[in-house]
């Protein structure tokens, strides 16, 4: 982009390769960016209203309409939420049997985004049509691997697509080990096809970027964090689930119908996600992970957004590890679930959605009738990140003209897999320049 006009106007009339609707506006003064918003003006879906007088064994069923990628992620934050009202804790078989279900949606989530989603953007192609023409065998391995994660959650949960076996307490049925032996030869498959996928994507020509955001993820003791932990940081945080309202919180912007989150007592953004997970869980992965990691060229932590295809590939190989071990390991549990008796109160939980944190909280009645609900997805989480993150690369490439600097941003943009029904995508971008 030249500076011999004053003003310029980008405009992107579909961002594709990413879910929702919005737009991105940024406005330039001599040479410094002095504004970029991300304008998310999708309708509110209005979840936490529905779920008010409903029965506590709702949530699960209903927040999984939320996300038809990420389903699982809202079932077990609600019933980890539920349960903590409820003063009930699941473990053991029944526990691991959650773990391998959400290892099902991260290899499907992940796989979808890397390959069909990302991995276009690096290989100078639009869709990932044109890059079968290019590359068929890549796009055959990347649609079988989500297909490997959609069979966990059909063995497990009874479906791919919002799946219907979850309940408070457990599952309604317990899968023979027979089926879980079955399942395991096509995991077997997926990991080998996970390392053929990190030696993919790290040989990709990526952006050198560095972003100085706080690093947010639950991290466990022993495990690389999934579906449990305490929430931490890079700069202190060691928080239980009830304690997430004192120190995030969320705020509605005059240019967006999602919210905004912010730390308590700081201006500095914060992040979720696989950045995050990664750079606080990077001791934690298999070894076969923290080996292709290494040979990825990964550090320790990670701080480049374009750098996230890696890592979510990294976390795919991690994920069918997973899985193998937890089937390696299944005997059925004397029952699919655990009683969960309804109490006045309140509890909350979280998990690792692919996309980073999702916070759960219910406040029950004496009955179990719901009074209240707040649902914390990851992507508006990362709002104030993404924005800053655009401004501080649109100001260092001021010299691309139209074409290549708005190409740059959708790739930004997608580094982060934004799920905007879930709240961020975006369909402008305007670009003003005032002298």
């Given at each position: 982009?030249?500076?011999?006009?004053?003003?310029?106007?980008?405009?992107?009339?579909?961002?594709?390769?990413?879910?929702?609707?919005?737009?991105?506006?940024?406005?330039?003064?001599?040479?410094?960016?002095?504004?970029?918003?991300?304008?998310?003006?999708?309708?509110?879906?209005?979840?936490?209203?529905i779920?008010?007088?409903?029965?506590?064994?709702?949530?699960?069923?209903?927040t999984?309409?939320?996300?038809?990628?990420?389903?699982?992620?809202?079932?077990?934050?609600?019933?980890?939420?539920?349960?903590?009202?409820?003063?009930?804790?699941?473990?053991?078989?029944?526990?691991?049997?959650?773990?391998?279900?959400?290892?099902?949606?991260?290899?499907?989530?992940?796989?979808?985004?890397?390959?069909?989603?990302?991995?276009?953007?690096?290989l100078g192609?639009?869709?990932?049509?044109?890059?079968?023409?290019?590359?068929?065998?890549?796009?055959?391995?990347?649609?079988?691997?989500?297909?490997?994660?959609?069979?966990?959650?059909?063995?497990?949960?009874?479906?791919?697509?919002?799946?219907?076996?979850?309940?408070?307490?457990?599952?309604?049925?317990?899968?023979?080990?027979?089926?879980?032996?079955?399942?395991?030869?096509?995991?077997?498959?997926?990991?080998?096809?996970?390392?053929?996928?990190?030696?993919?994507?790290?040989?990709?020509?990526?952006?050198?970027?560095?972003?100085?955001?706080?690093?947010?993820?639950?991290?466990?003791?022993?495990?690389?964090?999934?579906?449990?932990?305490?929430?931490?940081?890079?700069?202190?945080?060691?928080?239980?689930?009830?304690?997430?309202?004192?120190?995030?919180?969320?705020?509605?912007?005059?240019?967006?119908?999602?919210?905004?989150?912010?730390?308590?007592?700081s201006?500095r953004?914060?992040?979720?996600?696989?950045?995050?997970?990664?750079?606080?869980?990077?001791?934690?992965?298999?070894?076969?992970?923290?080996?292709?990691?290494?040979?990825?060229?990964?550090?320790?932590?990670?701080?480049?957004?374009?750098?996230?295809?890696?890592?979510?590939?990294?976390?795919?190989l991690?994920?069918?590890?997973?899985?193998?071990?937890?089937?390696?390991?299944?005997?059925?549990?004397?029952?699919?679930?655990?009683?969960?008796?309804?109490?006045?109160?309140?509890?909350?939980?979280?998990?690792?959605?692919?996309?980073?944190?999702?916070?759960?909280?219910?406040?029950?009645?004496?009955?179990?009738t719901?009074?209240?609900?707040?649902?914390?997805?990851?992507?508006?989480?990362?709002?104030?990140?993404?924005?800053?993150?655009?401004?501080?690369?649109?100001?260092?490439?001021?010299?691309?003209?139209?074409?290549?600097?708005?190409?740059?941003?959708?790739?930004?943009?997608?580094?982060?897999?934004?799920?905007?029904?879930?709240?961020?995508?975006?369909?402008?971008?305007?670009?003003?320049?005032?002298?």
């Open positions: 982009m030249t500076h011999r006009t004053t003003s310029r106007t980008l405009r992107v009339a579909a961002l594709a390769r990413v879910e929702g609707e919005g737009a991105l506006d940024v406005r330039v003064r001599n040479g410094r960016v002095t504004s970029a918003r991300l304008d998310i003006y999708e309708p509110p879906r209005f979840f936490e209203g779920l008010r007088g409903r029965s506590y064994l709702e949530p699960p069923d209903i999984a309409r939320i996300c038809g990628i990420c389903p699982v992620a809202y079932e077990m934050s609600a019933c980890q939420a539920i349960e903590a009202a409820c003063g009930v804790t699941v473990d053991g078989a029944l526990a691991d049997l959650r773990r391998l279900l959400y290892c099902g949606e991260w290899i499907e989530s992940h796989a979808l985004h890397v390959y069909l989603l990302h991995a276009p953007d690096f192609v639009h869709s990932v049509v044109e890059l079968a023409g290019l590359d068929r065998p890549a796009v055959e391995r990347g649609l079988r691997l989500k297909r490997t994660g959609n069979r966990i959650l059909e063995v497990l949960g009874g479906r791919a697509i919002h799946p219907v076996n979850v309940r408070i307490g457990g599952f309604h049925r317990l899968p023979p080990k027979r089926d879980l032996l079955e399942l395991a030869e096509e995991v077997r498959w997926a990991r080998d096809a996970a390392v053929e996928t990190v030696r993919w994507v790290a040989g990709f020509d990526i952006p050198d970027v560095t972003c100085d955001h706080q690093l947010v993820a639950l991290r466990d003791d022993g495990t690389y964090a999934i579906e449990r932990g305490r929430l931490v940081s890079t700069t202190g945080l060691d928080l239980a689930p009830d304690d997430f309202p004192d120190h995030i919180v969320e705020e509605q912007v005059p240019h967006s119908t999602a919210l905004h989150a912010r730390l308590v007592g201006d953004p914060y992040l979720v996600g696989p950045l995050a997970r990664y750079s606080i869980n990077s001791d934690r992965l298999s070894p076969l992970a923290r080996e292709l990691a290494a040979e990825a060229g990964l550090g320790a932590t990670c701080r480049n957004p374009f750098q996230s295809i890696v890592v979510r590939s990294v976390e795919i991690y994920a069918c590890d997973e899985a193998l071990r937890i089937i390696d390991g299944y005997e059925p549990p004397p029952a699919p679930a655990v009683e969960v008796a309804p109490r006045a109160g309140a509890g909350a939980g979280w998990t690792e959605a692919p996309r980073g944190l999702l916070y759960h909280r219910y406040e029950l009645d004496a009955d179990g719901i009074l209240s609900a707040r649902i914390v997805p990851p992507t508006s989480q990362n709002q104030r990140a993404v924005e800053a993150d655009l401004r501080d690369l649109v100001e260092a490439n001021l010299d691309l003209d139209t074409a290549p600097l708005t190409s740059l941003c959708e790739r930004a943009i997608r580094s982060y897999d934004p799920c905007i029904s879930c709240a961020t995508h975006f369909l402008d971008l305007r670009l003003e320049r005032e002298r």
